[in-house]
């Protein structure tokens, strides 16, 4: 998993590609919201489940 974020990453700075850069830059914005939703909704949910 941190070796395909590094690749896209790099793939975001050196890529020759305007398309390649882009749609490594949403991927990795991608993953970000994906770790934030998860880092922010999982303990509000477990929060709830518990005080139930």
Not at 10 to 37: C, K, M, N, P, Y
Request: glycine letters at 6%; proline letters at 2%.
């Amino acid at each position: 998993m941190v070796r395909q974020l590094l690749k896209l990453l790099v793939e975001i700075d050196s890529s020759r590609f305007l398309t390649t850069r882009i749609g490594a830059a949403l991927s990795v914005l991608a993953l970000l919201a994906a770790f934030g939703a998860a880092g922010y909704w999982l303990p509000a949910a477990i929060s709830d489940y518990l005080q139930r």
